[in-house]
Nanobody, 127 residues
């Protein structure tokens, strides 16, 4: 059974940092593209960043450029999202998802692009 588990969320003050982890069980992440998404209260889920099986990064949110970085460690079967200089508007549930490729160009990622999803981890940025 394919399973993704997110961890690393929590409560942090504005300007703080967190590192989210997405660990797979039941399959290897090596040949999958992994995307991070987030969903704020009352808003739709949106793509944040994606990393291809070859380590190429695709950014979907201008608001997090320069602050968030996606990376992968295939030896640990884990993908990370390093989040620095966090802002209250970064608050939400963060999900990781596995797919074949990272949508790029004019296409925004959708849930249909990623067949396997984790349960999410809550990130709250507040003073």
């Amino acid at each position: 059974q394919l399973q993704l588990v997110e961890s690393g969320g929590g409560l942090v003050q504005p300007g703080g940092l967190l590192r989210l982890s997405c660990t797979a069980s039941g399959f290897t992440l090596d040949y999958h593209a992994i995307g991070w998404f987030r969903q704020a209260p009352g808003k739709e889920r949106e793509g944040v960043q994606c990393i291809s099986s070859r380590g190429e990064r695709t950014h979907y949110l201008d608001s997090v450029k320069g602050r968030f970085t996606i990376s992968r460690d295939n030896a640990k079967n884990t993908v990370y999202l390093q989040m620095n200089s966090l802002k209250p508007e970064d608050t939400g549930i963060y999900y990781c998802a596995a797919g074949v490729i990272c949508p790029y160009g004019a296409r925004t990622p959708t849930m249909a692009d990623f067949p396997s999803w984790g349960q999410g981890t809550q990130v709250t940025v507040s003073s």
